[in-house]
């Protein structure tokens, strides 16, 4: 990378990251394998503050500045985030990077600063619509359709989870210049561990497009136990009672992973998912997948799990009771996801995301050299 950009210094990124979803956890992931590649990560976080656990977490990797302003997804008009760009160039200046990396490519908009901006689209407001309500975005969200694609102009690469993310966007948003995809990754060990007679799912239940209600239905028609973890209330007031499925609650990163390690089968029934960490994680670990049949799932998983059709609780669970009844086939399903797995390593994710950044650098080096 440094040869390759001929820097005498190791690049320095600022990462935004937020302490609600799943980016948190590809932040953490991310930035600890682009270590490995002579990369510098700092942090800024927005959003609802971080657990204590979380940001002792980031400050083993970098430097982590937390702002008092919101999430796009949190708020009701653009006028709430008109401060969000020049908070992140005032502290991207005084951190002295060479790169910026959003995870909300709404934060590149109206970004005024000299410097490489990548935008990662984990998710948007309309593709989810798209999705889960198969419509489009409502008119009370439609400035959110209009700033997250003022945000694709601005940055100078857009970054997407997979190919079927990447098709979602351009149908919701039209072509977007420099649109790439590097596939997210998990740092949990490829394992093969005893395994229990029970099935497992995770997800924030609240949202809709984690079809909670469907995977509740079906577990009350499951031979096995069905134990779910994550938070049943959303920020805004959302909720959804597991009332057929023994519901842990939200619980810290390991502390799921370990009943995740346990489990003989993974099932996630999502309407939407962009990449979907929990079911590579439960791959990692050993476990059957039951996964909804939608585009990213056939991407990622398609020869190596069973898919169900997501609007049927009774489909999910005869999937899962076929896998729970049939050790053998269990087992064989296990070893290829397993297997699949680890074309999502950490080392690809960063080493995908680091060619990214150096094209960026290098190019900018260059219209310096030329000025």
């Known amino acids: 990378m440094r040869q390759a950009l001929d820097m005498a210094a190791p690049p320095r990124i600022m990462m935004t990251v937020d302490a609600v979803g799943g980016v948190w956890r590809y932040a953490m992931d991310l930035a600890a394998g682009l270590r490995r590649e002579g990369i510098t990560t700092c942090f800024v976080g927005l959003g609802p503050p971080p657990s204590r ?41 005084r951190r002295q990077v060479d790169l ?37 975005v409502p008119d009370g969200w439609r400035w959110q359709q209009s700033l997250n694609a003022r945000g694709f102009e601005r940055a100078a690469a857009v970054v997407a989870p997979s190919h079927s993310h990447a098709a979602m966007l351009r149908a919701a948003y039209g072509p977007i210049p420099h649109l790439t ?24 239940w609240w949202d809709e497009g984690k079809n909670a209600a469907v995977l509740d239905a079906a577990a009350a028609q499951m031979t096995w136990p069905l134990l779910t973890v994550g938070a049943d209330h959303g920020p805004d007031g959302q909720g959804m009672t597991m009332s057929k ?80 009844s049939d050790v053998v086939s269990r087992q064989a399903l296990a070893d290829k996801a397993r297997l699949r797995s680890k074309r999502f390593s950490l080392q690809a994710q960063a080493a995908s995301m680091a060619r990214v950044y150096a094209s960026l650098l290098e ?3 260059k219209i310096k050299l030329a000025e």
Not at 181 to 204: H, I, L, M, Q, W
Not at 263 to 268: D, R
Request: charged share 20%; glycine share 6%; hydrophobic share 50%.
């Open 181 to 204: 995809v590097t596939y997210n990754a998990s740092g949990v060990r490829a394992a093969a561990e005893p395994k229990e007679d029970f099935a497992f799912a995770a997800g924030r």
């Open 245 to 324: 499925t023994r519901h842990f609650g939200i619980l810290p990163h390991a502390e799921a992973m370990t009943l995740m390690r346990r489990a003989a089968i993974f099932v996630s029934p999502s309407l939407y998912e962009p990449f979907g960490l929990a079911a590579l994680e439960a791959a990692r670990s050993g476990a059957g997948l039951v996964l909804a049949d939608i585009a990213t799932y056939r991407e990622l998983w398609d020869g190596a799990a069973v898919f169900a059709n997501p609007h049927r609780p009774v489909a999910f669970a005869d999937a899962v009771n076929h896998l729970a």
């Open 363 to 365: 190019h900018g080096r």
């Open 53 to 93: 656990q979380e940001k002792a977490e980031a400050m083993e990797i970098g430097e982590i500045d937390w702002l008092d302003e919101p999430l796009d997804w949190m708020v009701q008009d653009e006028g709430a985030l008109k401060k969000v760009p020049h908070a992140i160039a005032a502290l991207a200046k």
């Open 100 to 136: 910026l990396h959003l995870n909300l490519p709404s934060q590149a908009a109206e970004l005024d600063i000299d410097m490489p901006v990548v935008a990662v689209s984990h998710s948007c407001v309309v593709t989810w619509f798209a999705a889960v309500r198969q419509a489009a």
